[in-house]
């Protein structure tokens, strides 16, 4: 089991910046990547930046040169630096962890609002 809790989420202007972060606990030792997702309302969950086990990163197209995932040493906190913001980023943030055995395990969320 991994229990994963995310904190960070607020409103910001369009613009500013917001850093999410992502607990691990349990067997964090099983898992072989990381994940942020979110979803906006009326849209499907979308995934938005994965650091591997072995510290590779992919974003999606839309938050690429803006979002950083990044992770502490111990690999039990993963980070999501979010800078120049819009308003079309504004989604509930999920954090994920895909595990070797392929169990997907998922926070409670964390919104995050952009205002124009």
């Known amino acids: 089991q991994v229990q994963l809790v995310e904190s960070g989420g607020g409103l910001v202007q369009a613009g500013g910046s917001l850093r999410l972060s992502c607990a691990a606990s349990?067997?964090?030792?099983?898992?072989?990547?990381m994940n942020w997702y979110r979803q906006a309302p009326g849209k499907a969950r979308e995934l938005v930046a994965t650091?591997?086990?072995?510290?590779?990163?992919t974003y999606a197209d839309s938050v690429k040169g803006r979002f950083t995932i990044s992770r502490t040493n111990a690999k039990n906190t993963v980070y999501l630096q979010m800078n120049s913001l819009k308003p079309d980023d504004t989604a509930v943030y999920y954090c994920?962890?895909?595990?070797?055995?392929?169990?997907?395990?998922w926070g409670q969320g964390t919104q995050v609002t952009v205002s124009s």
């Open positions: 349990g067997s964090i030792f099983s898992i072989k990547a």
């Open positions: 650091i591997t086990s072995g510290g590779s990163t």
């Open positions: 994920n962890a895909q595990h070797i055995l392929g169990i997907n395990f």
